[in-house]
Nanobody, 122 residues
Framework: QVQLVESGGGLVQAGGSLRLSCAAS????????MGWFRQAPGKDREFVAA????????RYADSVKGRFTISRDNSKNTVYLQMNSLEPEDTAVYYC???????????????WGQGTQVTVSS
């Protein structure tokens, strides 16, 4: 069982930056691939980024590639999402998720956080 708690959301102007954090409970954090997803009002939840269990491989949605960076610190049981050059279209609730996998999946996550709101004003 993994419990996830996101933080770092907020209101930012277009072109600005935010860093989201996701703290995980449990002693097996380093066994899990971690992902970030987002859900905008009236839209389905979508994949944003993933990182493998050791942090050596990442995957991004085309819409955020080059602007967002996912990273993790297994010594702190924490995964991060650095978001730069934010656009109003990035406004959404952002969720972190975990899955027991060696890859960087964009589906099939078993554990989810409660989400943190990111609002980008134009």
């Amino acid at each position: 069982q993994v419990q996830l708690v996101e933080s770092g959301g907020g209101l930012v102007q277009a072109g600005g930056s935010l860093r989201l954090s996701c703290a995980a409970s449990g002693r097996t954090f380093s066994s899990y691939a971690m992902g970030w997803f987002r859900q905008a009002p009236g839209k389905d939840r979508e994949f944003v980024a993933a990182i493998n269990s050791r942090g050596g491989s990442t995957r991004y949605a085309d819409s955020v590639k080059g602007r967002f960076t996912i990273s993790r610190d297994n010594s702190k049981n924490t995964v991060y999402l650095q978001m730069n050059s934010l656009e109003p279209e990035d406004t959404a609730v952002y969720y972190c998720a975990a899955v027991a996998s060696r890859g960087t999946p964009n589906i099939g996550y078993a554990y989810w956080g409660q989400g943190t709101q990111v609002t980008v004003s134009s």
